[in-house]
Nanobody, 120 residues
Framework: QVQLVESGGGLVQAGGSLRLSCAASGNIFSIYAMGWYRQAPGKQRELVAAITSGGSTNLANSVKGRFTISRDNAKNTVYLQMNSLKPEDTAVYYC??????????????WGSGTLVTVSS
């Protein structure tokens, strides 16, 4: 089994910064992509940023220029540096690990979420 543990959420004023971390542990041979999704109240979950094991990144247009995603493959950990935060960034942020290879199987996993609140 694989677990994702997120940390770094909290309350911040508009214009401030936060750094989210997500560490994957368990029976892991490799992980194709790791990323962050978010879900605001009354809205659907949306992709914020993702990064492959090779370092290719994909960021939502709404966060380009403000958020940076990085990854430590040796630690199976992904980071999301969030700068210039806006009230509309307020949401529960979920870590995702896609294409996790454990033995001969490949699965996707989700973290339990961490709340980010940006006050105006």
């Amino acid at each position: 089994q694989v677990q994702l543990v997120e940390s770094g959420g909290g309350l911040v004023q508009a214009g401030g910064s936060l750094r989210l971390s997500c560490a994957a542990s368990g029976n892991i041979f490799s992980i194709y992509a790791m990323g962050w999704y978010r879900q605001a109240p009354g809205k659907q979950r949306e992709l914020v940023a993702a990064i492959t094991s090779g370092g290719s990144t994909n960021l939502a247009n709404s966060v380009k220029g403000r958020f940076t995603i990085s990854r430590d493959n040796a630690k199976n950990t992904v980071y999301l540096q969030m700068n210039s935060l806006k009230p509309e960034d307020t949401a529960v942020y979920y870590c995702n690990a896609a294409g996790v290879r454990s033995g001969s199987s490949y699965k996707d996993y989700w973290g339990s979420g961490t709340l980010v609140t940006v006050s105006s």
